[in-house]
């Protein structure tokens, strides 16, 4: 197995004599853990700029927290600043290039918006004639599994940019050829496929080193489980942000440990969820919502991710939350990645239907299966573009 930036370095011609950019994070290494912006150097390619996703370059920074421009002494365009116009690049900073490289981690879910970050680039790079070369990377949480809705229109933000679906099923890679073939940008891509990869396989089952792309994703396991317990950004609970547990702790300081977690085992249960179980926990929080305070709530511990529906998984326990105590469980109605409506939940789900479902106390089986039909239009979507 290996990445995207392993092969290119086999060959560098394609950018010698280049005026390069690279868009990177910490994940952007080779199985030594030696980084881009070392190896392209070395190479005999120098980066003329860098461009940091949400989280920033050395990905510090919590969610929705804007990043300057700062790393040492080698320029950088932040790509996640104080307004939605920060999150694409200034014409003008790739406008005196002849090539962008990208190579960033994705974890498989279309809220983490390292591809949406991929896509504005594209859409810039299409007016300023400039060149986008991605490294490609296995998606960590298989090519093959594909869970929920698509995003329809008037629900776009930066965790909702583009019609996919919840658990797209593509590396970044495909995801480019997603934007330049199905959204229609015109920008001269090429992609730098990694080798040895079949779909199937998650990304502990290949040989690259695991980096955490942003610091509340320390694992692949918590990867498996973002497409659901993402959600939880969406209501006031907890999702554990600044403990060691990110997304498999879930709580709020007024639940109950154990009443919460037979009501997330029940309605487990009810909706036909597998591969999981709920253990009562107590944590306390570091970041954001009940910093510093102790919540009640359950860490979520994955039994069999090939059994798991990960998107259901989250409306689970949500609902479990609101039925613990229906009086003091709430949307989320804060501005949510600089949107104030629709609210970070529909924005997260992409459509009113998930927290209708909720509200109206529907069979989260039936919501789940009502988006088969979107799930397989996707599905039809996605086949063209798969190149592993």
């Given at each position: 197995?290996?990445?995207?930036?392993?092969?290119?370095?086999?060959?560098?011609?394609?950018?010698?004599?280049q005026?390069?950019?690279?868009?990177?994070?910490?994940t952007?290494?080779?199985?030594?853990?030696?980084?881009?912006?070392?190896l392209?150097?070395?190479?005999?390619?120098?980066?003329?700029?860098?461009?940091?996703?949400?989280?920033?370059v050395?990905?510090?920074?919590q969610?929705?927290?804007?990043?300057?421009?700062?790393?040492?002494?080698?320029?950088?365009?932040?790509?996640y600043?104080?307004?939605a116009?920060?999150?694409?690049?200034?014409?003008?900073?790739?406008?005196?290039?002849?090539?962008?490289?990208?190579?960033i981690?994705?974890?498989?879910?279309?809220?983490?918006?390292?591809?949406?970050?991929l896509?504005?680039?594209?859409?810039?790079?299409?007016?300023?004639?400039?060149?986008?070369?991605?490294?490609?990377?296995?998606?960590p949480?298989?090519?093959?599994?594909?869970e929920?809705?698509?995003?329809?229109?008037g629900?776009e933000?930066?965790?909702?940019?583009?019609?996919?679906?919840?658990?797209?099923?593509?590396?970044?890679?495909?995801?480019?050829?997603?934007f330049?073939?199905?959204v229609?940008?015109?920008?001269?891509?090429?992609?730098?496929?990694?080798?040895?990869?079949?779909?199937?396989?998650?990304?502990?089952?290949?040989?690259?080193?695991?980096?955490?792309?942003?610091?509340?994703?320390?694992?692949v396991?918590?990867?498996?489980?973002?497409?659901?317990?993402?959600?939880?950004?969406?209501?006031?609970?907890?999702?554990?942000?600044g403990?060691?547990?990110?997304?498999?702790?879930?709580?709020?300081?007024?639940?109950?440990?154990?009443?919460?977690?037979?009501?997330?085992?029940?309605?487990?249960?009810?909706?036909?969820?597998?591969?999981?179980?709920?253990?009562?926990?107590?944590?306390?929080?570091?970041?954001?919502?009940?910093?510093?305070?102790?919540?009640?709530?359950?860490?979520?511990h994955?039994?069999n991710?090939h059994?798991?529906?990960?998107?259901?998984?989250?409306?689970?326990?949500?609902?479990?939350?609101?039925?613990?105590?229906?009086?003091?469980?709430?949307?989320?109605?804060?501005?949510?990645?600089?949107?104030?409506?629709?609210?970070?939940?529909?924005?997260l789900?992409?459509?009113?239907?998930?927290?209708?479902?909720?509200?109206?106390?529907?069979p989260?089986?039936?919501?789940?299966?009502?988006?088969?039909?979107?799930?397989?239009?996707?599905?039809?979507?996605?086949?063209?573009?798969?190149?592993?």
């Amino acid at each position: 197995m290996r990445s995207g930036l392993e092969v290119l370095l086999d060959d560098v011609s394609r950018l010698s004599g280049q005026r390069v950019g690279l868009c990177c994070n910490p994940t952007a290494v080779d199985r030594k853990l030696r980084h881009a912006v070392d190896l392209l150097p070395a190479a005999g390619v120098p980066i003329r700029r860098l461009f940091g996703p949400e989280h920033g370059v050395a990905a510090t920074a919590q969610d929705m927290i804007g990043v300057d421009g700062e790393d040492g002494d080698q320029a950088v365009v932040s790509l996640y600043g104080d307004s939605a116009d920060s999150l694409k690049p200034p014409p003008e900073t790739l406008a005196d290039l002849d090539v962008l490289v990208f190579d960033i981690h994705d974890v498989g879910s279309r809220y983490y918006t390292y591809q949406a970050t991929l896509g504005f680039i594209m859409e810039v790079a299409a007016e300023t004639d400039t060149r986008v070369v991605v490294l490609d990377r296995p998606n960590p949480i298989d090519g093959v599994t594909l869970e929920g809705n698509v995003v329809q229109p008037g629900f776009e933000s930066f965790v909702s940019a583009y019609p996919l679906a919840t658990r797209h099923g593509m590396s970044m890679g495909e995801m480019g050829r997603y934007f330049q073939r199905v959204v229609g940008m015109d920008v001269d891509l090429e992609v730098v496929k990694c080798e040895g990869w079949s779909r199937e396989r998650y990304f502990d089952e290949v040989a690259l080193p695991w980096v955490f792309p942003s610091p509340n994703m320390p694992m692949v396991e918590t990867a498996i489980i973002y497409p659901g317990m993402c959600l939880i950004e969406g209501t006031n609970l907890s999702e554990g942000r600044g403990t060691t547990r990110p997304f498999h702790l879930v709580g709020a300081p007024w639940l109950d440990p154990a009443r919460f977690a037979s009501l997330c085992q029940k309605g487990a249960q009810d909706a036909g969820l597998k591969g999981v179980g709920f253990r009562p926990a107590s944590f306390l929080p570091q970041f954001q919502k009940h910093a510093g305070q102790v919540c009640g709530g359950v860490e979520i511990h994955l039994q069999n991710r090939h059994e798991l529906e990960a998107l259901l998984l989250g409306w689970v326990v949500i609902e479990a939350a609101r039925r613990a105590d229906p009086e003091r469980f709430a949307w989320r109605t804060e501005t949510y990645e600089f949107v104030d409506e629709p609210i970070a939940i529909d924005l997260l789900c992409g459509s009113t239907e998930g927290r209708a479902a909720i509200d109206m106390k529907m069979p989260l089986r039936e919501l789940h299966d009502d988006w088969n039909t979107q799930r397989a239009e996707w599905e039809e979507v996605r086949a063209s573009l798969l190149i592993y």
